[in-house]
Every structure is written in C-alpha cells, then in structure tokens.
Antibody
Framework: QVQLVQSGAEVKKPGSSVKVSCKAS????????ISWVRQAPGQGLEWMGR????????KYAQNFQGRVTITADKATSTAYMELSSLRSGDTAVYYC???????????WGQGTLVTVSS | QSVLTQPPSVSGAPGQRVTISCTGS?????????VHWYQQLPGTAPKLLMY???NRPSGVPDRVSGSKSGTSASLVITGLQAEDEADYYC???????????FGGGTKLTVL
C-alpha cells in the first residue's frame, strides 16, 4: 500500500513560483510513475505531467509546457512539482498520484491548496 | 472544455440504477485506451472506482460496474445509496495530446 503525503498550503503572488512536494512510503518509489493533477475551485481534474523516478524523465501536458517542472529525489522518495509565472487561474488544489501514461491513478496524496493572490 | 464528455449531473432515488456516460474520440477511447473511473467526495482526493474499463479495486461493491464500446464508456451504479452521492470522473489517455485526460465530471445526486 503506497501512501503519498504532500506539503502544506501555499499563498503566492502573481508572477511568482510555487514548489509542492509529495513524499511516498510503501512500494518501490523508483518503479512507479508519479503524476500531478490539479483541480481549480468547483472545477474538474486536469493532468499536468508525470515522472518515472527510475528513468528521471518527465513528461508534461501541453497546457503546462514551459511553466511546470516535475522532479523526483530517489534518496528521499519525494516528488516535486514546480509551477512558475503564477496567475490567479492557477489557484487550485494540486494532487500527486501514482500512475499515468494510460494507466489509472491508484493512490493519491491529500492535496495541496495553492492560492494565487495579490 | 474537457476532451472526454460527461453529463454534468445525474440523479436517482435510493435503490434505483444510474448510468454515467463518458464520450471520447478516435484518439483516446476509440483508439483502444482504457477508461478508468474515480469517485470524489466533497473536500477529499479522488478515489479509484473502476480501472481497465471493467475492473473493480478491492473494496468497491459489485453494484458498481463499467463498460466500454467504441468511443464511449459507461459507469453503472445499481441499488443507489445515499453514500453514492459524489462527483464522478472518467479518465483515459489521448495519443494526440500524448497524455492523460479526464472528463469534466458528473455530480450524482441521490434524491
């Protein structure tokens, strides 16, 4: 059973960046894919990208290319998602989840609320 | 606008049956990619409800079933219970976008 624990809520100014962490326990961190999915208030789910730690090669959704960076630290079993050039429309709950690439998302983190406000 | 289309809402009385549809295209569901379903209760993370079109994870009751045909998939819940009231999302993969995609979500109301 994999558990994903995310970092706490953030409040950011427009134009700045945010970095959210996702620490995994259980399973073999390097072997599964970690995806990031966001959900704006009252809206649906949106896949942002993923990384397979053992390959250390990220893949990003077209909507976020150039603004998102996903990394993984195998030593600490922690994945990171950094989003830059923040705007009010980026206010959302950001989830990490295992899976992606056509597979389902098995396990989910608890979510991290990022609020972008001047 | 989501690549996969779901009805915004469905409803049913306790004990009844509801169907939630998920319509895609030839670059996702129609291309043979699996459809997965999630249930999201208010204020919580999504929970995997159905994977690989028809498979239930451990703990999901057998009154929940899934199917897929052509460019569409469906989630059926029979014997509706108050605890089924939630948002439901379908998910697949799109070869044109080279990434995972979600439906816009369907709010299920138990009357």
């Amino acid at each position: 059973q994999v558990q994903l624990v995310q970092s706490g809520a953030e409040v950011k100014k427009p134009g700045s960046s945010v970095k959210v962490s996702c620490k995994a326990s259980g399973g073999t961190f390097s072997s599964y894919s970690i995806s990031w999915v966001r959900q704006a208030p009252g809206q649906g789910l949106e896949w942002m990208g993923r990384i397979i730690p053992i390959l250390d090669i990220p893949k990003y959704a077209q909507n976020f290319q150039g603004r998102v960076t996903i990394t993984a630290d195998k030593a600490t079993s922690t994945a990171y998602m950094e989003l830059s050039s923040l705007r009010s429309g980026d206010t959302a709950v950001y989830y990490c989840a295992t899976g992606g690439g056509g597979r389902n998302f098995d396990y989910w983190g608890q979510g991290t609320l990022v609020t972008v406000s001047s | 606008q989501s690549v996969l289309t779901q009805p915004p809402s469905v409803s049913g009385a306790p004990g009844q049956r509801v169907t939630i549809s998920c319509t895609g295209s030839s670059s996702n569901i129609g291309a043979g990619y699996d459809v997965h379903w999630y249930q999201q209760l208010p204020g919580t993370a999504p929970k995997l409800l159905m994977y690989g079109n028809i498979n239930r994870p451990s703990g999901v009751p057998d009154r929940v079933s899934g199917s897929k045909s052509g460019t569409s998939a469906s989630l059926v819940i029979t014997g509706l219970q108050a605890e089924d009231e939630a948002d439901y999302y379908c998910q697949s993969y799109d070869s044109s976008l080279s990434g995972s995609i979600f439906g816009g979500g369907t709010k299920l109301t138990v009357l």
